[in-house]
Nanobody, 123 residues
Framework: QVQLVESGGGFVQPGGSLTLSCAAS????????VGWFREVPGKEREEISC??????????EYGDSVKGRFTMSRDKAKNTMYLRMNDLKPEDTALYYC??????????????WGQGAQVTVAS
């Protein structure tokens, strides 16, 4: 059974940093594509990062709004993925979800995701 559990959300001031974690079970995070998307009420889902699965040399893609500020990684031994967020801005406020497509060659569409972690950026 696939399960994803996010942690590490919270409140941070603009310019600050946070790291989200996502513990996975039921699959291996290095075998299939895994990533993060975020949602804000009234707006479309925004996919912000994805690492491709086995055989793709850890190819990682980022959304334009977070390039240079967010870094995604995964730990095979812990079967956990991470999202390091630096230089946070108020517009980064959202509910963040980790996901897997269940496929090593594509990040779309997200097939399983966690319950979400709230990140709030404000003064």
């Amino acid at each position: 059974q696939v399960q994803l559990v996010e942690s590490g959300g919270g409140f941070v001031q603009p310019g600050g940093s946070l790291t989200l974690s996502c513990a996975a079970s039921g699959f291996s995070v290095d075998f299939v594509s895994v990533g993060w998307f975020r949602e804000v009420p009234g707006k479309e889902r925004e996919e912000i990062s994805c690492i491709f699965g086995l055989g793709h040399n850890d190819r990682t893609e980022y959304g334009d709004s977070v390039k240079g500020r967010f870094t995604m990684s995964r730990d095979k031994a812990k079967n956990t993925m991470y999202l390091r967020m630096n230089d946070l801005k108020p517009e980064d406020t959202a509910l963040y979800y980790c996901f897997t497509s269940g496929d090593g060659s594509t990040c779309e569409p997200p097939r399983w995701w966690g319950q979400g972690a709230q990140v709030t950026v404000a003064s």
